[in-house]
C-alpha cells in the first residue's frame, strides 16, 4: 500500500507566540512533553514495522516540534528507512541544523515558515541559506498579512533562487484584486490559498491514500473532518480505507485541499507535496504554474 500519514501529536507548546496563528497554545508541563515523547515514539515504530506498505510521512504539530530532541531524531531515523519515500515537518526553523547531517538529504524536507516580529531577519535568512548548503529539500513561507508584505519581497530577493517562497492567506483576511496581485507576484500559487475551494461531495484522496493520525493512534481522513476510521496501532483503520467524497462546504487549508482530486496540485507539486515544493520551481517555471494556478476557482 502507498500511504500518507499526516501525524499530529499532543505537543502544543511553542517557542513562539504569532498573533495569528490558529492554534491554540499552552506551556507543556515535563509530563506533557513525556506524553508527546511517547506518542511519538510509537508512531515511529509503527512506521518502521511497517515494510509491506510505501509511506510518506508529514508532522504536523500543534507547536514547534524541531526543538524536542524526540522530534529531531525520529525525522533522522525514519529517512534512513528503505520503505519511507518522504518525510516531512512543518517548523518555523528556530533549531539548531547540525542534526541534518544524520538523515537522508532525499527523503527527509523541511516545510519552513517565517514569521516577522519573532526571529531576526537575518538569523531565518542564515539557516535558510544553510539548509540548502547542507543539501535539504525546503520550502519557505509567509502568512500573506500586509504587514509582512516587505518582508517577504525581501525574502524572495535573498533567498537562493531555487527555493520556493509559498504565501499563504491570512485566516479571516479579504484579498482584493490589486492585494492578490502583489502576493502572487511573489508566490505564482497564491490564487490557490486566496479563497476556500468548495469541496462538498468532491473527490479527495483523504481516507483512501491519505490520513491522518493523532497521539493515540486514532485514524481519520484529514485534521478537519472529526469522523473516526479505525485505529492506526490496531490495524481497524484499514478496513475503512476506500474513495469518498469530502463531507465539508469548504476546505482553506493547504494541507487539506493539496488532495483534492479536483485541483491539478499532485501534478503541480509532483515529487514534493508533503514539503510543498514545486515540482517546477517558480524562477524556472512561474509562467507555467502561474497557468496552472488560475485555474483554481473561488468559493464565491
Not at 547531517?101 to 531565518?124: I, K, M, N, S
Not at 478496513?239 to 503541480?268: N, Q
Amino acid at each position: 500500500m502507498d500511504l500518507t500519514l499526516l501525524y499530529r501529536g499532543p505537543l502544543a507548546s511553542c517557542d513562539y507566540d504569532c498573533p495569528y496563528c490558529p492554534f491554540a497554545k499552552r506551556r507543556d508541563s515535563t509530563a506533557q512533553l513525556r506524553a508527546d515523547r511517547a506518542a511519538l515514539e510509537r508512531f515511529a515504530q509503527w512506521a518502521a514495522s511497517r515494510t509491506d506498505d510505501r509511506l510518506s510521512l508529514l508532522f504536523t504539530p500543534w507547536g514547534e516540534s524541531l526543538v524536542r530532541s524526540w522530534y529531531r531524531r525520529a525525522l533522522v531515523d525514519l529517512s534512513r528507512l528503505p520503505h519511507v519515500r518522504r518525510v516531512a515537518v512543518q517548523t518555523n526553523l528556530s533549531c539548531r541544523t547540525d542534526w541534518l547531517d544524520e538523515a537522508d538529504p532525499a527523503v527527509l524536507a523541511l516545510w519552513c515558515t517565517y514569521h516577522p516580529g519573532q526571529t531576526p531577519y537575518d538569523r531565518f535568512l542564515a539557516k535558510c541559506r544553510d539548509l540548502a548548503d547542507r543539501g535539504v529539500r525546503f520550502s519557505v513561507g509567509v502568512v500573506g498579512l500586509p504587514e509582512h508584505l516587505e518582508a517577504a519581497r525581501r525574502l524572495r530577493a535573498d533567498l537562493p533562487e531555487h527555493v520556493y517562497l509559498w504565501i499563504n492567506a491570512a485566516e479571516g483576511h479579504v484579498y482584493e484584486d490589486a492585494d492578490a496581485d502583489r502576493w502572487t507576484a511573489l508566490d505564482p500559487l497564491f490564487p490557490y490559498s486566496r479563497h476556500p475551494h468548495r469541496s462538498a461531495g468532491l473527490p479527495c484522496r483523504t481516507g483512501e491514500s491519505v490520513i491522518s493520525v493523532d497521539g493515540d493512534g486514532t485514524v481519520r481522513r484529514c485534521h478537519f473532518v472529526p469522523a473516526e476510521l479505525g485505529n492506526l496501532y490496531d490495524g481497524s483503520y484499514r478496513a475503512a480505507l476506500r474513495p469518498r467524497p469530502c463531507p465539508l462546504a469548504v476546505c482553506d487549508c493547504h494541507i487539506g485541499y493539496v488532495h483534492l482530486e479536483t485541483l491539478p496540485l499532485y501534478d503541480v507539486f509532483a515529487g514534493g507535496v508533503l514539503e510543498r515544493i514545486p515540482a517546477a520551481a517558480p524562477a524556472q517555471g512561474s509562467a507555467r504554474i502561474t497557468t496552472v494556478a488560475m485555474r483554481a476557482e473561488p468559493s464565491s
